[in-house]
């Protein structure tokens, strides 16, 4: 192999090392490069292929696509401030509800204590009136006169 030969076979092959990473790599075109991209393939169109009549039935379509897309961003728009304000009340309803329950749990609670201590009271009464005690006795020692 001559040197030449070599160079060409070295050429070829960072050549196709080239190609490959070419291929790996991944483009990422933004937004106004496909929009970019999307209007001069319109104006290839529009130039060669269509008569005035197309071109403005085409024209008229650009514009109603772009107004139907402009309305659906701004319905997008509400529906996200709608949602997030549902969120908010939904929260808000939600703290309320669960201070209600903890207020209507606390004076569950003091009733049920109330209970406990005034049914403690009358049972001390009743053994203390069956056990014939003078301090709690309601015994009247005269009879009524009617």
């Not at 080239?18 to 970019?36: F, G, H, L, P």
Request: proline content about 1%.
């Amino acid at each position: 192999m001559t040197f030449q030969h070599g160079n060409e076979a070295l050429l070829m092959k960072s050549k196709t090392q080239m190609w490959r990473c070419i291929q790996n790599i991944q483009v990422q075109r933004s937004n106004t490069d496909i929009e970019a991209l999307r209007k001069s393939w319109k104006e290839v169109k529009h130039a060669q292929l269509m008569d005035a009549r197309e071109r403005e039935e085409e024209r008229r379509w650009d514009q109603e696509f772009h107004r139907r897309r402009q309305d659906l961003q701004g319905q997008q728009a509400m529906s996200s401030q709608r949602r997030l304000r549902n969120t908010t009340k939904l929260a808000d309803l939600s703290a309320r509800w669960r201070s209600l329950e903890r207020k209507r749990l606390e004076k569950n609670e003091f009733y049920m204590e109330r209970l406990k201590t005034s049914l403690s009271l009358a049972a001390s009464r009743q053994e203390s009136m069956s056990s014939g005690s003078p301090a709690f006795s309601f015994a009247r020692s005269e009879p009524v006169k009617r």
